[in-house]
């Protein structure tokens, strides 16, 4: 079975602190796909970053960072000197090759970066 | 125009009523979903068409009938909720490569969603 745990529901920090997000994984399959996303108030999900499983070379885009280990089946979502604009809800989603439109999503992070 | 629209924003009905929301995408996309995201669960995958046929049911029940007449819109008819029905129903779409409505697609766009409040 395949499944998303975000264990962390809330974290609060303040502007330009930095920020991780845990997300932990459970498949069966070799092959897969890991995902980010953002939901900001409006309600939106909104794509930040999609990575298969042949490729743990960590990423970083701007202010924001992702650290893939197969070895913890983690997938660890960074944010660097976080600002106001910052705060929304963070999904880890998780996907089989071959159905990448279907994903499985975790619960959440609500991230609330105070001025 | 943004990529999918979704209406209402917010309904609110009775467990008696019949009400439909509305999703639709100009982003020439070939696929739709529904979600369904509730308070501290994952959002869940509802329903998924492909080239306007549905290819999809996760165990919804029937009181939830999607409709989608062409690759732009999606409707979901909604009739004798329950108050657990009450949730945040996004909408998505995205281009798929692929047969039988699974395959790979860069990434999902969503609309901003309609929150459905059940009385």
């Known amino acids: 079975a395949q499944k998303v745990t975000q264990a962390q529901t809330e974290i609060s920090v303040v502007e330009k602190e930095d920020v991780t997000l845990d997300c932990v994984y459970e498949?069966?399959?070799?092959?897969?796909?890991l995902f980010w996303y953002k939901q900001p108030p409006s309600g939106e999900l909104v794509f930040l970053i999609r990575?298969?499983?042949?490729?743990?070379q960590n990423e970083i885009s701007g202010r924001y960072s992702w650290n893939f280990q197969k070895s913890t089946s983690s997938f660890n979502f960074t944010i660097t000197a976080s600002q106001v604009v910052d705060s929304a809800v963070y999904f880890c989603a998780l996907s089989r090759s071959g159905a990448t439109n279907k994903l499985i999503f975790g619960t959440g992070t609500l991230l609330a970066v105070q001025p | 125009e943004t990529g999918v629209t979704q209406t209402p924003r917010h309904l609110v009905m009775g467990m008696t009523n019949k009400k439909s929301l509305k999703c639709e995408q100009h982003l020439g996309h070939n696929a739709m979903y529904w979600y369904k995201q509730s308070a501290k669960k994952p959002l869940e995958l509802m329903f998924v068409y492909s080239l306007e046929e549905r290819v999809e049911n996760n165990s919804v029940p029937s009181r939830f009938s999607p409709e989608c007449p062409n690759s732009s819109h999606l409707f979901l008819h909604l009739h004798t909720l329950q108050p657990e029905d009450s949730a945040l129903y996004l909408c998505?779409?995205?281009?798929?490569?692929?047969?039988?409505?699974?395959?790979?697609?860069?990434?999902?766009?969503f609309g901003e969603g309609s929150r459905l409040t059940v009385l």
């Open positions: 498949t069966r399959d070799t092959t897969y796909y």
């Open positions: 998505a779409s995205s281009q798929v490569i692929g047969r039988g409505g699974s395959g790979n697609t860069g990434e999902l766009f």
């Open positions: 990575r298969n499983s042949f490729d743990e």
